[in-house]
């Protein structure tokens, strides 16, 4: 039998508020450049490595608020033409013809026709990666806000290098990876196969949702197809001489249905039937059902993973067809967030006064799944939700509109400056990424367990 660690790993080699109050505190987020030489003269107690990563955060925090325009056009331009998964080449395009100008080193297609890694480098030191999503979803555009994160991107990035290059200490490396694909492609999985986070030693991103959740729980999630296979015959005349695939697929839905009663709460499956028959006069010989199987960490997708089966199976069996799976090799797993890391964020947000509550509703805490839950498995990292003024859902019209208005801006540039002011932590104060990477360790012991 294997080990929890073991089929772990299996399982990530087979994956080849709501409310406009927050303004309030946004206005006074505007004068961080005053309120941070206050900041310092209160805690005289502050090392130097403090004191300079003060005045770093508020070079990078003037320089997002002075560039604001520009990011703004950025993810209008994104907005404005929706790209799927894998198919963003105007976003890949318009990004890295940005960074290019802003004089980063770009590596255009970095392993992905629409990924892209972008250097600049200030001495040896940590390596900080920011990553950027720029796809959209079919028919509904940017209803996950992923213009946004490209433009948060872009900003954080902006903050950080011009941070370093007024430092007086050559302080380390940042990344900005373009990464493809979330949207039910996991372009970040093929580029952590292709080797793109070996050289990285943390990755952050912040996403746009309803509300502000600095360390949300991201599902694992594992899809498949379930295909039944029976024998078609007149449905009249000798339905007794077919095989109905109909049945098979109404009985595996039906399974699942009763099997949730005995699911773990923090666990989801849900699908659909994505082919149900030809026509009503013929006892239907192929059927097939699409379902996504999740759980808070790889492991209990795992043990989930078994019970569908013999859903799937025994559907099957009752109706005489046969079953295939077809499993999508790039499964997502659950988002591991650092903890020291995100506790930096939360400190940085606080500074802008802007307040996260750890101890959220679980139900609000619990999201879909995000492919940087495996860069999370690679690489300590953080994934935090940053509301745009709105309570509706992603993955809506009304998200849509949202994510492409004036009104969600102020939030995206208040999220990159929380990010930019995390990664300066970090590159200034070197003894970090040792508590980092201590968290980081214990954190994969206790997910394979
Ligand atoms: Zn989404
Ligand atoms: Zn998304």
Same mark, same amino acid.
């Given at each position: 039998?294997?080990?929890s660690?073991?089929?772990?790993?299996?399982?990530?080699?087979?994956?080849?508020?709501?409310?406009?109050?927050?303004?309030?505190?946004?206005k006074?987020?505007?004068?961080?450049?005053?309120?941070?030489?206050?900041?310092?003269?209160?805690?005289?107690?502050?090392?130097?490595?403090?004191?300079?990563s003060?005045?770093?955060?508020?070079i990078a925090?003037?320089?997002?608020?002075?560039?604001?325009?520009?990011?703004? !056009?950025?993810?209008? #331009?994104?907005?404005?033409?929706?790209?799927?998964?894998? @198919?963003?080449?105007?976003?890949?395009?318009?990004?890295?013809?940005?960074?290019?100008?802003?004089?980063?080193?770009?590596?255009?297609?970095?392993?992905?026709?629409?990924?892209?890694?972008?250097?600049?480098?200030?001495?040896?030191?940590?390596?900080?990666?920011?990553?950027?999503?720029?796809? *959209?979803?079919?028919?509904?555009?940017?209803?996950?806000? /992923?213009?946004?994160?490209?433009?948060?991107g872009?900003?954080?990035?902006?903050?950080?290098?011009?941070?370093?290059? !007024?430092?007086?200490?050559?302080?380390?490396?940042?990344?900005?990876?373009?990464?493809?694909?979330? @949207?039910?492609?996991?372009?970040?999985?093929?580029?952590?196969?292709?080797?793109?986070?070996?050289? $990285?030693?943390? *990755?952050? &991103?912040a996403?746009?949702?309803?509300?502000d959740?600095?360390?949300?729980?991201?599902?694992?999630?594992?899809?498949?197809?379930?295909?039944?296979?029976?024998?078609?015959?007149?449905?009249?005349?000798?339905?007794?001489?077919?095989?109905?695939?109909?049945?098979?697929?109404?009985?595996?839905?039906?399974?699942?249905?009763c099997?949730?009663?005995? &699911?773990?709460?923090?666990?989801?499956?849900?699908?659909?039937?994505?082919?149900?028959?030809?026509?009503?006069?013929?006892?239907?010989?192929?059927?097939?059902?699409?379902?996504?199987?999740?759980?808070?960490?790889?492991?209990?997708?795992?043990?989930?993973?078994?019970?569908?089966?013999?859903?799937?199976?025994? *559907?099957?069996?009752?109706?005489?067809?046969?079953?295939?799976?077809?499993?999508?090799?790039?499964?997502?797993?659950?988002?591991?967030?650092?903890?020291?890391?995100?506790?930096?964020?939360?400190?940085?947000?606080?500074?802008l006064?802007?307040?996260? /509550?750890?101890?959220?509703?679980?139900?609000? #805490?619990?999201?879909?799944?995000?492919?940087?839950?495996?860069?999370?498995?690679?690489?300590?990292s $953080?994934?935090?939700?940053?509301?745009?003024?709105?309570?509706?859902?992603?993955?809506?019209?009304?998200?849509?509109?949202?994510?492409?208005?004036p009104?969600?801006?102020?939030?995206?540039?208040? *999220?990159?400056?929380?990010?930019?002011?995390?990664?300066?932590?970090?590159?200034s104060?070197?003894?970090?990424?040792?508590?980092?990477?201590?968290?980081?360790q214990?954190?994969?012991?206790?997910?394979?367990?």
């Open positions: 039998m294997l080990s660690v073991a089929r772990m790993h299996t399982f990530l080699k087979d994956s080849g508020l709501r409310n406009f109050r927050h303004l309030g505190s946004l006074r987020s505007d004068k961080l450049c005053h309120v941070l030489p206050t900041f310092l003269y209160i805690n005289k107690s502050y090392t130097s490595a403090m004191a300079d003060s005045s770093l955060k508020q925090c003037s320089t997002i608020e002075n560039r604001k325009e520009e990011l703004n !056009q950025l993810s209008q #331009k994104i907005w404005c033409n929706p790209e799927l998964k894998y @198919e963003e080449h105007q976003a890949h395009d318009l990004l890295t013809g940005f960074l290019e100008k802003e004089r980063f080193k770009v590596e255009r297609n970095h392993h992905l026709p629409t990924a892209f890694k972008a250097i600049y480098e200030s001495g040896l030191g940590v390596t900080v990666a920011v990553i950027c999503e720029y796809d *959209a979803l079919p028919e509904i555009g940017h209803a996950c806000g /992923h213009n946004l994160i490209a433009e948060l872009v900003a954080a990035s902006l903050g950080i290098k011009a941070a370093l290059e !007024q430092s007086n200490s050559k302080l380390g490396k940042l990344v900005v990876l373009g990464t493809p694909a979330e @949207e039910m492609g996991g372009g970040k999985i093929d580029l952590i196969n292709a080797g793109a986070f070996s050289d $990285i030693d943390i *990755a952050m &991103m996403h746009p949702k309803a509300f959740i600095s360390r949300p729980i991201a599902l694992a999630n594992a899809i498949v197809t379930v295909r039944y296979r029976g024998r078609p015959a007149h449905a009249s005349s000798l339905p007794w001489m077919g095989l109905n695939a109909l049945d098979a697929a109404v009985m595996c839905y039906q399974g699942i249905a099997m949730r009663q005995q &699911m773990k709460p923090t666990c989801r499956i849900h699908g659909i039937i994505t082919n149900g028959g030809a026509a009503a006069n013929v006892i239907p010989e192929l059927t097939e059902l699409e379902f996504m199987v999740r759980g808070p960490t790889v492991v209990e997708v795992e043990e989930l993973k078994k019970k569908a089966i013999q859903c799937f199976e025994a *559907a099957a069996t009752m109706t005489g067809c046969t079953v295939e799976l077809e499993w999508v090799p790039n499964a997502y797993a659950n988002m591991v967030t650092n903890s020291t890391l995100i506790s930096l964020y939360e400190e940085n947000a606080s500074k006064g802007w307040h996260h /509550h750890t101890e959220g509703k679980p139900e609000l #805490k619990t999201s879909g799944s995000t492919d940087m839950g495996n860069v999370s498995y690679v690489v300590p $953080i994934h935090p939700f940053f509301n745009i003024g709105t309570d509706v859902s992603n993955h809506s019209r009304v998200f849509t509109e949202v994510a492409g208005s009104g969600a801006q102020p939030y995206t540039l208040r *999220a990159a400056k929380a990010l930019a002011m995390t990664a300066l932590d970090v590159l104060q070197p003894q970090l990424i040792n508590r980092i990477k201590e968290d980081f214990k954190d994969l012991e206790t997910n394979s367990s």
